[in-house]
């Protein structure tokens, strides 16, 4: 007897045995094909020449940051034809002498490709003379001179140049601001700021602007603040000044403003990119009233800059939310130039580059020729700031975005002008008054209408018919002339018909109007964690006639709507977001193209519906642990009670079965199903384990 039980109890030590071997090597397969990226040992290095230190080291914090942030999701997909990207970085300090060292550093480095800077007019131009004569292939998405790429087929700008963004920002105190003068302050220790208000006066006379009046400063001097204190005085005694053009750094426009506007007088103020650098109201909160009343110096500034993150699509959505989630805060033109910078580069090398072996200035020469390629619409790279292609200088000639601070917040312009892209067929559809000229480019009048949307009740949810009964408010904010009653709701189960508002006002050209919406919206389920599912509500409408070549929605609410109070039937709705995109009417072209009539401005506002009730996973939860405990159970009981037990535990786990098809029952979810499937299957295949074992057992006996 006890040499047949030994036997047995190997016989069960080997199975034991065998079924840790097989799990052994299906993990060791799964872990085999499990896409891992391998690269060769060789990367392709990019050069990065920025203000590592000085007082603009924070601008190369923010160049750096867009460029990581396209390197890692280059390399995450598996790098370039298999290759890794890597980042040799340099400090040029904004310091031209500096400048060219690190430009022939870069040139005799036979491993760097391309370089990505430098972050000055200055610094790119007495560089670029080394790049231009090294023959290597540079992009910059700072420096706006003309002089750089001119006559330098080596140098390339993904930002307008200083002449084309002169024009934009006239045509916007033109036709925006509603002014016929403007006066300018310019630093003039900055190249970049003497060489941007150079351009504007020259191009004030063509677009129909008079220049009142020119003032020089000169921030390295010591006189600076009374040099500033007696602009401000003779400002006063300016008959009509108009728009006032400040071209300086974020440090000095802001002693200009507060100087300014402590005198009481009040003036349409307008300046570059630098008024955006986050040093820009901090500055201002050195000022003890701006401090107790957020926008008391800075509010009703008009900025113009390359890209705003309001004025997004779908891709730029996504940039936006991927940056925030690394670095928990809205990207900067500058970021978002480099990204794009990274971006055409990586193209480019990936066209350039073949299995043959080639030397590094063959390399950098196909390199060059492949940016060059890029020099119409359709051939473009979709950049988070539009489509990036290049004309005969090597300069990308797209929108600039125009803001306005409002409590230390900048946000969109009510008027954008975008540019048309050439051939269109579009204009001839537009009234005349909305079609503005950029040296050779066309530009559309785009209305920009703030909306919100706000969740005031759940009436009811259905989540047979997955149906949502809300209560919410909408409301526009606009200037102008907006038709507002003709909106379009893409998801809702009845057509909406605005046709009376709560109320309407008007203030300083300013409209706000107000509806109440009842009404049943589609609800996108996603039962993959029940009983601790969520699901999704989304609510979006469009215009039904304007297309976002004349309009485009920007959400109301800089930050999302987080709202706990709203619950309906063991549901809470939480994590609101409102954010715009595009609705296709019909397919439409792969480019961004805002003449296709079937294009709209889309406004979305999305919100997750949870279960409030934190004990309604226990419902399922504690049946099944007892149906389990009871199986467990049963393996300890040596008589026929513990087919008692097994039944019981099948029993249970059968009953909490219908019970969730019961709550679930217009859903087809697959892996629900495979649960309970494998539960039973558990139970059967443990019941004839035990059969088999009894009935050995008795023989043994």
């Not at 999701?73 to 500096?98: A, F, Q, T």
């Not at 977001?577 to 805002?594: A, K, N, P």
């Not at 087919?643 to 969730?660: C, F, W």
């Amino acid at each position: 007897m006890n040499q047949y039980l030994t036997t047995y109890k190997n016989l069960i030590l080997s199975k034991k045995i065998r079924f840790i071997y097989i799990v052994f090597i299906v993990i060791i397969a799964c872990y085999c094909f499990i896409p891992i990226h391998t690269f060769k040992k060789d990367p392709i290095y990019i050069g990065v020449a920025a203000p590592m230190s000085g007082e603009e080291r924070l601008q190369s914090i923010e160049m750096l940051k867009g460029i990581h942030l396209c390197v890692e999701k280059i390399n995450k997909e598996g790098g370039i034809k298999n290759r890794p990207i890597s980042l040799i970085v340099k400090d040029d300090k904004n310091d031209k002498s500096v400048a060219m060292k690190i430009a022939s550093e870069f040139a005799l480095d036979n491993r760097i490709v391309l370089i990505l800077g430098h972050y000055l007019s200055s610094t790119s131009i007495v560089a670029g003379h080394i790049y231009q004569k090294s023959g290597i292939p540079v992009i910059t998405a700072s420096s706006a001179s003309e002089n750089i790429t001119f006559g330098n087929e080596w140098y390339f700008s993904i930002i307008p140049g200083n002449s084309f963004q002169s024009d934009y920002v006239l045509q916007y105190i033109k036709s925006y601001i509603k002014t016929p003068y403007a006066t300018i302050i310019v630093d003039t220790n900055e190249y970049e700021n003497k060489s941007l208000a150079e351009k504007f006066q020259l191009s004030a006379n063509s677009v129909g602007i008079e220049i009142k009046k020119v003032w020089e400063i000169d921030s390295s001097l010591n006189n600076i603040d009374t040099i500033i204190k007696t602009i401000s005085t003779e400002l006063q005694f300016i008959d009509s000044p108009g728009a006032i053009f400040i071209a300086s750094q974020a440090q000095e426009a802001v002693k200009i403003i507060t100087a300014i506007k402590k005198l009481g007088a009040k003036y349409d103020i307008i300046g570059p990119g630098s008024f955006t650098n986050r040093s820009f109201i901090e500055d201002f909160n050195q000022y003890p009233r701006e401090r107790a009343i957020k926008g008391y110096y800075s509010n009703n500034i008009h900025v113009f800059v390359p890209y705003i993150p309001e004025l997004n699509n779908v891709s730029n959505y996504d940039f936006n939310k991927a940056y925030l989630k690394k670095y928990h805060q809205s990207p900067s033109w500058i970021a978002a130039g480099y990204h794009d910078a990274m971006l055409v580069a990586s193209e480019a090398i990936k066209k350039a580059l073949n299995d043959s072996k080639e030397s590094i200035s063959q390399i950098r020469q196909k390199v060059r020729k492949k940016i060059s390629d890029f020099n119409c619409l359709e051939k473009s790279i979709s950049g988070f700031s539009g489509p990036i292609y290049f004309n005969d200088t090597g300069v990308v000639e797209r929108s600039i975005k125009f803001g306005i601070y409002k409590n230390q917040q900048l946000l969109p312009s009510y008027t954008q002008f975008f540019i048309l892209p050439e051939n269109t067929n579009n204009i001839a559809n537009n009234n005349t008054n909305n079609i503005i000229t950029i040296r050779n480019n066309q530009a559309q009048k785009v209305k920009i209408v703030y909306t919100g949307i706000e969740f005031i009740d759940l009436l009811n949810i259905d989540m047979e018919q997955l149906i949502c009964h809300a209560k919410l408010h909408l409301w526009f904010r606009f200037s102008g002339h907006f038709d507002h009653r003709n909106i379009v709701f893409s998801n809702a189960i009845h057509p909406i018909k605005l046709d009376t508002y709560n109320f309407s006002e008007t203030h300083n050209n300013t409209t706000t109007v107000l509806y109440t919406v009842v009404e049943k919206f589609k609800i996108n389920t996603n039962f993959t964690l029940f009983p601790f599912d969520h699901h999704t509500i989304k609510i979006s409408f469009h215009h039904a006639q304007d297309t976002k070549d004349k309009l485009i929605y920007v959400s109301d609410n800089k930050q999302n709507i987080k709202r706990k109070s709203i619950f309906f039937n063991g549901f809470d709705i939480t994590d609101i977001q409102m954010f715009q995109s595009i609705y296709f009417e019909h397919e439409t072209s792969q480019f961004e193209d805002l003449s296709d009539l079937n294009t709209f401005s889309e406004f979305n506002i999305k919100a997750t519906i949870k279960r409030a009730d934190n004990f309604f996973p226990l419902r399922y939860l504690i049946p099944l642990l007892i149906a389990f405990f009871l199986l467990l159970l049963s393996y300890y009981i040596k008589n026929h009670q513990k087919y008692y037990l097994i039944l019981t535990s099948l029993i249970i786990t059968g009953i909490v079965n219908t019970k969730v098809f019961q709550d679930i029952a217009s859903m087809d979810i697959i892996h629900i199903k495979l649960f309970f499937f494998i539960s039973y299957l558990s139970i059967i295949i443990y019941v004839l384990i035990l059969i088999c074992y009894n009935r050995k057992t008795q023989v043994s006996e």
